[in-house]
């Protein structure tokens, strides 16, 4: 098993949710996510991708890398609101958001010496 299917089988087993209900949200058939954490299939970036997307309060980094925590903790701060000229866009995010996950999935497989 993948150390990234190994971290999201640990996943499954830590967040309450039952195997249907992940099956449902990510739109597999019935059985696969059992098989995926008894190692009997893996999956690919499609599938990594609805993961992420799909389980917000699971840290993307922890999940592709192994670093930092399971868990997405929201810290609220006592902050004055954004204006609308200093709010980031979505994209705007999304796209910061991506940058961080390539540069730390680079990182890990460059210090696995999978990629150079």
Known sequence: MGQ???????????SGYTK???EKKLG??????G???T???SFGVDILEKIMAT???LNPVWLTTGEGEMFVHTVRVSTP???NEAKPSTTELETLIEKIL????DEFLQKRGVIQ
């Open 28 to 33: 597999l058939s019935n059985g696969y996510i």
């Open 55 to 57: 389980f917000t309060e």
């Open 39 to 41: 190692g009997k299939v």
């Open 4 to 14: 990234i299917q190994g971290r999201f089988a640990f996943f499954v087993e830590k």
């Open 35 to 37: 098989k995926i954490v």
């Open 20 to 22: 249907q209900h992940i």
């Open 81 to 83: 609101p954004l204006t």
């Open 102 to 105: 390539y540069k730390k999935l």
